[in-house]
């Protein structure tokens, strides 16, 4: 049989400490991440983001009072309990709604919470039988990854109607609509306004440019 000698015995006590040590300085748990329905406490960040991205040309600014008027249409998600992200959903037909407001904090960039929101909006937009959604964005990339497809800012009246003909941009804008069917089917004799099934999208039209989502 093998002779262990002290020294022999107390490099392996040595050794087999490290390894306990090791296994207790394993890597930490991951962040819990929980996108939910916004709330009235989450004003204070919501404004805080929105205020965040208005600054800096990427989305429409927002009064705390309007946002709080619209709070039902906005959901946020959080990190270990904290706020990171927030949009929201306009509807404005029985078959179209608008993916707004996105927008999370710097430190999270590129930890899938952009695209966690975009999901958890169009699950919303399924869920309430809205079968497309659009957003204007600088960002083209960013949606053509979570399956949205470029179109004629024409094809969506609604929004013209709406925002554009009131925004400063609006000779010069530098936004790309996209649009994204979530699978949700509508009857013609509820939305008139929606294309017949199969018909194709129209071609993207010259208002083009890069950067986030605005709205």
Known sequence: AP????????????????????KRAAAPAAPVVEFR????????????LVDLWAERGENLPRSRDEIL???TDFGVVTVDGRVAGCASLWIYTPSLAEIRSLGVDEQTHGKGLGSGLVQYFLERARGLGIPRVFVLTRA???FERCGFRQVSVNSLPEKILKDCAKCPKNTCCDEIAMVIDTGAVIDAEIDPTLPPPGSAPRAAGDRGGSGASRE
């Open 3 to 22: 002779i262990t000698t002290p020294a022999k015995a107390a490099a392996s006590a040595r050794a087999a400490g490290r390894k306990r040590r090791t």
């Open 37 to 48: 329905d916004a709330s009235v406490e989450d004003m204070d960040d919501i404004c805080r």
């Open 69 to 71: 008027e619209k709070i």
């Open 140 to 142: 083209p990339k960013f």
